[in-house]
């Protein structure tokens, strides 16, 4: 039973980081229709953004934090502006290749100015572990759940109140509308890019903060994929609930049968729900199928 | 017949030709000069790269089948090679059936994988598909890595020398003996390629890929279509995983990952997609592109020391570039350029 809920807590925890990597992820495709195989990299950029500031620099907490959201901003205009503009009404093939390369070249730049050892970072979310029912958890790990639900409220509130928002759910819905009322489309595709930037850095940053500041944290961009197409490509909800069900899976079958498993089992569900529901839990069904 | 005005046509034979002018001849005969000079003129360093070359535009041309001729896209190519590469070592040094024998078996097995993971494209086309290639690399990544009877649990697999028959290659004659090998392995599989698109399978592909529903009206069986198209694709890149394994003389998985798939596809974005002469163009500038670099780190080293533990990240980064630069200058990649130059040259002094 203490593992039960230990595992279930780490499980929380992953699946909150998971679904904060995937909003970004989900946001670009809701917006522009790109596949963004950068996420990972835009997590891992974010983190190390956040280690410029707040170590190489020594500024405090909170302006290391807006630091790095800045860079993340400019990092998120630059890419939409300069790489994925040019490319709108391409072949899927040529936008998947676009943003393969983006990531290659964010994670060597990350490499020539950083190196590839593990960089010390001071834990910024308090230490320690408390007991809930019987089990042991780190704190750490429960105020990464708080920060995750806090930032996805705020998101969906920016969705369902702010004009921006609202502009954006209309471009996601049909881009020609919007443009008739008068919506700028290029600034929304901006907008989204520039968004997922900043969703990323908070989980590179979170998760960087639960292990190290090192290029492992890309990798972890790769499970954003059985998480989104779990919960269907354009659903914000969807990666909540992709997130969470992908993170607890991973840490029940690592925990109850064998940490090897766990690492594709995701692949495993991806397979699996592209076979029987291909638009997710939540994503629109518009696929087609010929 | 060509003439001063332009190349026509009286026959349809003489259209079905895959080189219609005398310069096409003349650049033919040209590159099987440099071909058969090469391995008298280059060193064992770069016969060693012009061999993984070789192997690569057999799985450059394999995939382009796929993504450049029927539009499915496949980030698969690394699970694949995998398939190839472990079938032919254990069926020819664990079963002891001699190399040729096992290659082709290899090839035909990485076909069926290949099939059974297409069977998702019935259903799913462009990211949907995209993301389900990547699956199924993960999910053979993960037999492969996990199922100890492939590599006797030690992880990796040590393959002999490769010898057919009375025939054994020589360690001092290593990359020459190879180059023969690859080079008309590699041009037997460009010529199967090329004509693959002058038969009725291969214009279905093209079908497929162009319009779909289309294609359905006038009579192509989709289903099928797709699902050859991954067989033979898988085929060819069976094949090359196959060499991949006799050549290297290892095997591990470590060759296999996503990034291998990720590189291949780079080769065809960078040749052209759709274009067999692409896929080889893309393989060779993929091929060089390392090597390239690092002659030019050496050369810098001397000014910029640092620059040499720089050479894994300047590489992906360059690696990076280029397809980046590719995509958003010419999407058609090098083939293209290639052809606007023939072009302007035959044009010239009138712009067309």
Redesign the interface.
């Known amino acids: 039973m203490n593992t039960f809920i230990s595992l279930t807590i780490y499980g929380l925890s992953d699946g909150a980081l998971l679904a904060l990597a995937a909003l970004g992820f989900v946001l670009i495709y809701k917006a522009t229709r790109v596949i963004n195989f950068a996420q990972g990299e835009f997590l891992l950029v974010g983190a190390y953004m956040f280690y410029t500031g707040f170590v190489v620099m020594r500024l405090p907490l909170i302006f290391a934090a807006v630091f790095g959201v800045l860079v993340a901003i400019v990092l998120g205009v630059v890419v939409e502006r300069f790489i994925l503009r040019p490319l709108i009404g391409e072949h899927a093939i040529s936008v998947i290749m676009v943003t393969i390369g983006l990531s290659s070249v964010l994670k060597a730049l990350v490499q020539i100015f950083y190196g590839t050892s593990v960089r010390e970072q001071p834990p910024i979310l308090p230490t320690g572990s408390i007991q809930v029912a019987g089990a042991t958890v780190p704190v750490n790990r429960l105020i990464v759940i708080g920060i995750a639900v806090i930032v996805l409220f705020a998101f969906s509130a920016f969705f369902q109140r702010s004009r921006h928002g609202v502009a954006m759910r209309a471009v996601a819905d049909d881009q020609q509308a919007a443009l008739t009322m008068g919506i700028s489309v290029k600034r929304i595709f901006s907008l989204a890019w520039v968004l997922a930037a900043v969703s990323a850095l908070i989980a590179g940053v979170l998760l960087a903060d639960l292990s190290a500041v090192e290029q492992g944290i890309a990798a972890f961009g790769l499970m954003v994929f059985p998480v989104v197409i779990l919960g269907g490509l354009d659903s914000v909800p969807g990666t909540v609930v992709g997130g969470l069900v992908i993170g607890m899976l991973k840490q029940y079958v690592s925990g109850y049968a064998d940490p090897g498993l766990a690492e594709v089992i995701p692949y495993i569900v991806l397979v699996a729900i592209l076979v029987v529901r291909p638009y997710g839990i939540f994503g629109e069904t518009r696929i087609e199928r010929v | 017949m060509a003439t001063a005005t332009g190349i026509h046509h009286r026959t349809y034979r003489s259209e079905l030709r895959l080189r219609h002018t005398k310069a096409e001849y003349f650049r033919l005969a040209l590159m099987l000069v440099l071909l058969l000079a090469a391995p008298y003129v280059l060193d064992k360093y770069w016969l060693g790269i012009a061999n993984v070359i070789l192997i690569s535009v057999i799985g450059a041309v394999g995939l382009n089948i796929l993504?450049g001729f029927t539009g499915q896209?496949s980030l698969g190519q690394g699970g694949f090679l995998a398939v190839g590469a472990f079938t032919s070592v254990i069926i020819s040094d664990r079963a002891g059936v001699p190399v040729p024998i096992s290659i082709a078996i290899a090839v035909l097995m990485t076909a069926a994988v290949g099939a059974f993971f297409g069977l998702?494209a019935l259903?799913?086309?462009?990211?949907?598909l995209?993301?389900?290639t990547?699956?199924?690399q993960?999910?053979i990544m993960?037999v492969v890595?996990?199922w100890e009877w492939l590599t006797e649990g030690k992880g990796y697999l040590e393959v002999e020398r490769l010898h057919v028959g009375g025939f054994q290659v020589e360690r001092q004659m290593f990359e020459v003996q190879w180059y023969w090998i690859l080079l008309a392995l590699a041009t037997l599989a460009v010529v199967v390629a090329r004509n693959l698109f002058r038969t009725t399978l291969g214009r279905s592909f093209m079908a497929v890929r162009d319009q779909?529903?289309a294609a359905?009206a006038i009579g192509v069986n989709?289903t099928r279509a797709k699902v050859t198209a991954f067989a033979v694709s898988s085929g060819f890149v069976g094949l090359a995983g196959a060499l991949t394994a006799h050549y290297t003389e290892t095997v591990t998985w470590e060759r296999f990952t996503?990034d291998v798939s990720?590189l291949y596809?780079?080769m065809i974005?960078v040749g052209g997609?759709g274009s067999i002469a692409g896929a080889v163009y893309g393989a060779i500038f993929m091929g060089l592109l390392p090597a390239l670099l690092t002659e030019l780190v050496d050369v810098l080293g001397s000014s910029l020391p640092s620059l040499s533990d720089?050479l894994?990240?300047?590489?992906?980064?360059v690696?990076?570039?280029?397809?980046?630069v590719f995509?958003?200058v010419e999407?058609r990649g090098l083939d293209r350029i290639w052809t606007r130059m023939k072009d302007y040259v035959r044009f010239w002094p009138f712009r067309y």
């Open positions: 993504v896209i998702p259903r799913l086309k462009g990211l949907y995209a993301i389900a990547l699956a199924s993960e999910i993960f890595r996990r779909d529903i359905e989709i996503l990720v596809l780079a974005i997609l720089q894994p990240a300047l590489r992906n980064a690696f990076g570039i280029a397809i980046i995509l958003l999407p």
